[in-house]
């Protein structure tokens, strides 16, 4: 197992960075004296040979896409190398975690996962398969491993460059954007977030020292503006502050970007002043939805007054803000579709929203903490085990009409490479039911202000 290419470690996508989903988990088997081999199929081929060459292949599933991909890696890796140990490590992992052990995997592992990870590989190694905690196999399961790591600097030096991966874009020049997460988990229990339930309401924070080295040794290679990819920012940010303040201190032309909640933008409205100063230039927040309802039903902690709010308090700060949204749910009108697209053009956030998430619908996993929940169940069918997610119909059938023909849409702009003006005005065509009246003079003042909105290349999905 200590054998250079015992040990591979396959990310198939996170969202266009450097997968730190192989990256910390390379530098916690190398401390423990392993030489693994870390392989990203989102820029690289499948290899064969280092397939062929692996004991153990553990696959790294932080969210819905990289897993339906990683299946089909298992799946392959199965064939041509039947006796390899096959985990699946992330929050997907574990939230899948029948289907995978009944079909392609021999492990999987949930939540804080580097050392337990590191645990399973010396069972193997010694060949003693008890219990390893937070590992689950087929006659053995385990909820997620929730216990504070003895971090590592995430290894790097074997992915493909930092220039292959995801860039700022802003006023018309592009820069290598690297990536790190000062905190995991959450506070907050959102019910569609697949982080609530494996994480439970618990946060877990990595050292200052080690982001700030993460963050050195990106810059080293390139990097001139960071992603913090914590799933919020403002969870603890007394800790999260001081890493950006030593950042800037270290690096005062690095710029950065940000996720948090609208409820903490308006908690802590007197730190995005700071935050700008800091080289902050746009923010990414779940809004998800413009009605009080839908917000409700996915208890987001906020209501639509307060989405305005804070989009105003990012921008008297000078910061850009970038709203998601989940505009497919059971209890979403098309009222409220139309309303979205009436508050991205009316704010001026056409550039600030990728079009994707205009045909975002929501995705209802094993063990969401939605399942729970009345609301939803007069609208749930069966479990899909094959596209890990529960069917859900919309009561309204213009609903799942209006979803297939923006979904389309979407597909057929981005293939065309049209502007996010271009794709918006696409898309309101399709919900409006009236003629847009001086959309093309709007949508030139919209692809005129392109430049001026700061953007990763690689659009948010999930």
């Known amino acids: 197992m200590r054998q250079l290419g015992s040990i591979l470690l396959i990310s198939c996508y996170e969202l266009g960075h450097q997968p730190l989903g192989i990256a910390s988990p390379m530098a916690f088997l190398q401390r423990?004296?392993?030489?693994?081999?870390?392989?990203?199929?989102?820029?690289?081929?499948?290899?064969?040979?280092?397939?062929?060459?692996?004991?153990?292949?553990g696959i790294s599933v932080p969210m819905h896409t990289a897993l339906r991909l990683g299946v089909r890696v298992a799946e392959f890796a199965r064939r041509i190398n039947p006796n390899c140990h096959v985990c699946f490590y992330g929050l997907y992992a574990w939230?899948?975690?029948?289907?995978?052990?009944?079909?392609?995997?021999?492990?999987?592992?949930?939540?804080?996962?580097?050392?337990?990870l590191v645990a399973l590989v010396r069972a193997i190694e010694v060949e003693r398969f008890d219990d390893v905690e937070g590992v689950s196999r087929r006659d053995s399961k385990s909820g997620p491993f929730l216990k504070r790591l003895f971090f590592a600097p995430p290894s790097r030096t074997m992915l493909p460059s930092l220039e292959r991966y995801a860039h700022l874009e802003y006023d018309g020049v592009r820069r290598p954007a690297g990536y790190v997460e000062a905190s995991r988990g959450c506070l907050h229990r959102c019910l569609?977030?697949?982080?609530?339930p494996v994480y439970r309401g618990r946060f877990f924070v990595?050292?200052?020292?080690?982001?700030?080295?993460?963050?050195r040794q990106q810059v080293a290679v390139g990097a001139a503006h960071i992603t913090f990819g914590d799933p919020d920012f403002l969870n603890g940010p007394g800790h999260t502050l001081r890493i950006a303040r030593r950042m800037h201190e270290e690096f005062p032309d690095l710029t950065f970007d940000l996720t948090?909640?609208?409820?903490?933008?308006?908690?802590?409205?007197?730190?995005?002043?700071?935050?700008?100063?800091?080289?902050?230039?746009?923010?990414?927040?779940?809004?998800?939805?413009?009605?009080?309802?839908?917000?409700?039903c996915l208890e987001k902690g906020h209501i639509r007054a307060d989405v305005f709010e804070a989009l105003n308090?990012?921008?008297?700060a000078g910061i850009s803000f970038r709203p998601t949204w989940i505009p497919f749910t059971p209890w979403a009108t098309l009222a409220d579709y139309t309303d979205i697209l009436d508050f991205v053009e009316g704010e001026g956030l056409i550039n600030h929203v990728d079009p994707v998430q205009y045909s975002?619908?929501?995705?209802?996993?094993?063990?969401?903490?939605?399942?729970?929940?009345?609301?939803?169940?007069?609208?749930?069918?069966?479990?899909?085990?094959?596209?890990?997610?529960?069917?859900?119909?919309?009561?309204?059938?213009?609903?799942?009409?209006?979803?297939?023909?923006?979904?389309?849409?979407?597909?057929?702009?981005v293939r065309k490479g049209e502007s996010p003006a271009a794709m918006f005005y696409r898309v309101h065509g399709i919900a409006s039911t009236e003629p847009r009246r001086g959309a093309l003079t709007t949508q030139r003042s919209a692809d005129a202000l392109q430049k001026g909105s700061p953007r990763l290349s690689e659009p948010w999905f999930c």
Not at 36 to 56: E, N, W, Y
Not at 96 to 116: M, Q, R
Not at 206 to 215: A, F, G, R, S, W
Not at 285 to 291: D, H, P, Q
Request: hydrophobic fraction near 45%; include cysteine; glycine fraction near 6%.
């Open 206 to 215: 990595v050292p200052e020292k080690i982001v700030l080295q993460d963050i």
């Open 32 to 57: 423990a004296g392993y030489r693994p081999r870390g392989l990203d199929i989102s820029f690289q081929s499948l290899d064969t040979d280092a397939i062929v060459r692996a004991r153990f292949i």
């Open 360 to 413: 975002i619908r929501l995705l209802v996993p094993p063990g969401s903490d939605l399942l729970s929940r009345p609301a939803i169940q007069p609208f749930l069918g069966a479990l899909d085990c094959g596209s890990f997610s529960y069917h859900w119909t919309h009561p309204d059938p213009r609903m799942d009409t209006l979803y297939r023909k923006v979904r389309v849409a979407i597909e057929e702009a």
């Open 313 to 316: 308090i990012v921008r008297c």
């Open 95 to 116: 939230l899948n975690a029948d289907y995978l052990l009944a079909t392609v995997a021999d492990s999987i592992i949930g939540g804080e996962f580097e050392e337990p």
């Open 192 to 196: 569609h977030c697949p982080i609530s």
């Open 260 to 296: 948090t909640k609208v409820e903490h933008i308006v908690k802590h409205r007197s730190l995005f002043a700071e935050l700008r100063a800091l080289g902050c230039l746009f923010i990414v927040s779940a809004v998800e939805s413009l009605s009080d309802m839908v917000l409700a």
